[in-house]
């Protein structure tokens, strides 16, 4: 695991549901990125479950994963 999926993760696992909201409300995404925000950091459900639930494949959710923390970590 990355460094920076560690400081994500912790992040995530420490923060206040207003500091998460408050992430998301700065970073600019697709619905698409909301929607895999929501299920895999509120929510808390695996790749394989987003990617059912999109139809996307896993590769493709991994995809978004690495830009949605690109995006996060650019506001921590």
Do not use: C, P, W
């Not at 790749?47 to 139809?55: K, L, S, V």
């Amino acid at each position: 695991m990355s460094e920076l999926t560690k400081k994500i993760n912790q992040f995530f696992r420490l923060a206040t549901r207003k500091e998460v909201q408050e992430i998301k409300d700065k970073i600019y995404i697709s619905e698409h990125l909301e929607q895999v925000f929501d299920m895999h950091y509120l929510q808390k459900k695996n790749i394989g479950y987003i990617a059912d639930i999109t139809g996307y494949g896993t590769t493709k959710i991994n995809h978004d994963l690495k830009l949605l923390r690109e995006k996060i970590n650019k506001l921590l």
